[in-house]
Nanobody, 125 residues
């Protein structure tokens, strides 16, 4: 599967952005899909995931603010980000794995095989 994220953007704190990730070559709903981010000087961290079982998993830092979803018709994964904070500033990546992952492992980047190129999100205070 090939993954391509949309362009990110810059927003003020409290604002919203929606990232998209177009999947090609395979049916995204067959995969475990995830969003990850990496800020300068920090390790890449899992943000949200959506399994083929439709179970979603979120990092504690984004619960209640971010929503992951999949448009099966468009074969596109989304990350709706609301109430953005400066600490959300990072490069965001979508990822996929054909294996069925247990929900508690879906925010571990080592469990994903396919990755997009990443897109920058900047939140100013």
């Amino acid at each position: 599967v090939h993954l391509a994220e949309s362009e990110g953007g810059s927003v003020q704190a409290g604002g919203s952005l929606r990232l998209s990730c177009a999947a090609s070559g395979s049916t995204a709903s067959d995969y475990t899909m995830g969003w990850f981010r990496q800020a300068p000087g920090k390790r890449r961290e899992g943000v949200a995931s959506l399994g083929s079982d439709a179970i979603t998993t979120y990092a504690d830092s984004v619960k209640g603010r971010f929503t992951i979803s999949l448009d099966n018709f468009k074969n596109t994964l989304y990350l709706q980000m609301n109430s953005l904070k400066p600490e959300d500033t990072a490069k965001y990546f979508c990822a996929a794995n054909l294996a069925s992952l247990a929900p508690w492992t879906r925010l571990l980047d080592a469990n994903y095989r396919y990755w997009g190129q990443g897109t920058q999100v900047t939140v100013s205070s």
